[in-house]
Nanobody
Framework: VQLQASGGGLVQAGGSLRLSCAASRDIFSFNVMGWYRQAPGKQRELVAAITSGGSTTYLDSVKGRFTISRDNAKNTIYLQMNSLKPEDTAVYYC?????????WGKGTLVTVSS
């Protein structure tokens, strides 16, 4: 399984970005898909996840600002990020779970300037 993340970039505080993660196979079979991030010197943390049934979960600090969604027809999940803050600066990784198998995509860098 290949996961290709895109959409990162440089944005000013208060701005928006939309990350995409395209999978090389049908995503409806994945139990859960999500976005993690890792800032310099910090551990990787879960930002948002969405189950095959459409349930979502978010990191407290992004609730109300970020929205995760999935498009099964395009085998893609998205992370809409609004009201970005400098502390959101990190490499964002796409992740998918299928049974006991976990798949990771290469990260995409998000930099939020103050």
């Amino acid at each position: 399984v290949q996961l290709q993340a895109s959409g990162g970039g440089l944005v000013q505080a208060g701005g928006s970005l939309r990350l995409s993660c395209a999978a090389s196979r049908d995503i409806f079979s994945f139990n859960v898909m999500g976005w993690y991030r890792q800032a310099p010197g910090k551990q990787r943390e879960l930002v948002a996840a969405i189950t095959s049934g459409g349930s979502t979960t978010y990191l407290d600090s992004v609730k109300g600002r970020f929205t995760i969604s999935r498009d099964n027809a395009k085998n893609t999940i998205y992370l809409q990020m609004n009201s970005l803050k400098p502390e959101d600066t990190a490499v964002y990784y796409c992740n998918a779970g299928l049974g006991v198998e976990i798949y990771w995509g290469k990260g995409t860098l998000v930099t939020v300037s103050s």
